[in-house]
């Protein structure tokens, strides 16, 4: 199964069916979520937008990605990067997150590995803590 932005009975070409995060929770009978690591490979871009306007957010007290930046990295001196993660610092702040660890990666980019991971230049690790729950 896979974390989206909606839920599709349909297989992926991966054979995987998606979800929300909230059917996945309803699905699992989890009140509340301690940790959520995500590492989507670039499919956080689709997931969030569901998951900051359903509120499921609420239900999870911390949250730890890795956030796939787009393109290529000579291209990243413009600021995207920084753009990319100044967004989702709002955006999850807007619903009481708090950030408490980021880290850019310099690993290897993921185009050097094959065309499956797509074309992501490099990686963000970013935690943010549940406010509420504090």
Same mark, same amino acid.
């Given at each position: 199964?896979?974390? @989206?932005?909606?839920?599709?009975? $349909?297989?992926?070409?991966?054979?995987?069916?998606?979800?929300?995060?909230?059917?996945?929770?309803?699905?699992?009978?989890? $009140?509340?979520?301690?940790?959520?690591?995500?590492?989507?490979?670039?499919?956080?871009?689709?997931?969030?937008?569901?998951?900051?306007?359903?509120?499921?957010?609420?239900?999870?007290?911390?949250?730890?990605?890795?956030?796939?930046?787009?393109?290529?990295?000579?291209?990243?001196?413009?600021?995207?990067?920084?753009?990319?993660?100044?967004?989702? $610092?709002?955006?999850?702040?807007?619903?009481?997150?708090?950030?408490?660890?980021? @880290?850019?990666?310099?690993?290897?980019?993921?185009?050097?590995?094959?065309?499956?991971?797509?074309?992501?230049?490099?990686?963000?690790?970013?935690?943010?803590? $549940?406010?509420?729950?504090?």
């Amino acid at each position: 199964m896979c974390l @989206w932005g909606e839920d599709s009975d $349909n297989m992926t070409s991966a054979g995987w069916r998606c979800k929300t995060l909230n059917s996945i929770r309803t699905m699992l009978k989890h $009140n509340v979520i301690d940790v959520l690591k995500i590492d989507i490979e670039g499919g956080e871009r689709r997931a969030f937008p569901e998951m900051l306007t359903s509120g499921t957010l609420r239900f999870v007290k911390q949250i730890v990605f890795e956030f796939h930046v787009p393109g290529d990295p000579i291209q990243h001196r413009d600021g995207i990067a920084e753009e990319w993660f100044r967004l989702y $610092n709002m955006l999850f702040e807007d619903q009481g997150f708090k950030l408490f660890f980021s @880290w850019q990666n310099p690993r290897k980019r993921l185009t050097d590995w094959g065309t499956v991971a797509g074309n992501h230049s490099h990686n963000l690790e970013i935690s943010w803590i $549940n406010t509420h729950y504090i």
